[in-house]
């Protein structure tokens, strides 16, 4: 039972109909449909299942940081006006590879953010955002 009193199959069920409500209302994407999308434009040999998406993940993270630190360097006054969404252009393909690796091992997009709320809710909670380690 949750916290509201409803068994887990039903806060789920209530659970995607506020996400198909909130999509028919703001056109919202959830991270399955994303998850599923992604997968159909996953085009790599079968062999490298989990390490390419694994290397292009750490690849544009890397073109993330390297577009901030620029920011960084130069302020924004010699940026291209579009900077913000050229970062959040490399923000979608880190997104992308997430999507995919998750797929290769079988993951939900979906519940991956889920169980990252929870972790980072409880370690609110706790009081120990700061810090280090996996087990705080
Ligand atoms: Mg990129």
């Given at each position: 039972?949750?916290?509201a009193?409803l068994?887990?199959?039903?806060?789920?069920?209530?659970?995607d109909?506020?996400?198909?409500?909130?999509?028919?209302?703001?056109?919202?994407?959830?991270?399955n449909?994303?998850?599923?999308?992604?997968?159909t434009?996953?085009?790599?040999?079968?062999q490298?299942r989990?390490l390419?998406?694994?290397?292009?993940?750490?690849?544009?993270a890397?073109?993330?940081?390297n577009?901030?630190k620029?920011?960084?360097?130069?302020?924004?006054?010699s940026?291209?006006?579009d900077?913000k969404?050229?970062i959040?252009s490399?923000?979608?393909?880190?997104?992308?590879?997430?999507?995919?690796?998750?797929?290769?091992l079988?993951?939900s997009?979906?519940?991956?953010?889920?169980?990252?709320?929870?972790?980072?809710?409880?370690?609110?909670?706790?009081?120990?955002?700061?810090?280090?380690?996996?087990?705080r």
């Amino acid at each position: 039972m949750s916290r509201a009193g409803l068994t887990k199959q039903h806060e789920k069920k209530l659970q995607d109909e506020v996400y198909q409500w909130l999509e028919k209302k703001y056109n919202t994407m959830t991270f399955n449909e994303y998850q599923k999308t992604a997968i159909t434009t996953a085009v790599y040999p079968p062999q490298h299942r989990i390490l390419y998406p694994a290397l292009g993940l750490s690849g544009e993270a890397g073109e993330v940081a390297n577009k901030v630190k620029k920011v960084v360097r130069d302020g924004t006054g010699s940026m291209p006006d579009d900077w913000k969404e050229q970062i959040g252009s490399e923000i979608g393909d880190v997104l992308w590879y997430c999507a995919t690796l998750a797929n290769d091992l079988g993951l939900s997009l979906s519940s991956i953010a889920e169980q990252n709320q929870k972790k980072l809710q409880r370690r609110k909670e706790k009081g120990t955002i700061h810090g280090s380690g996996d087990s705080r």
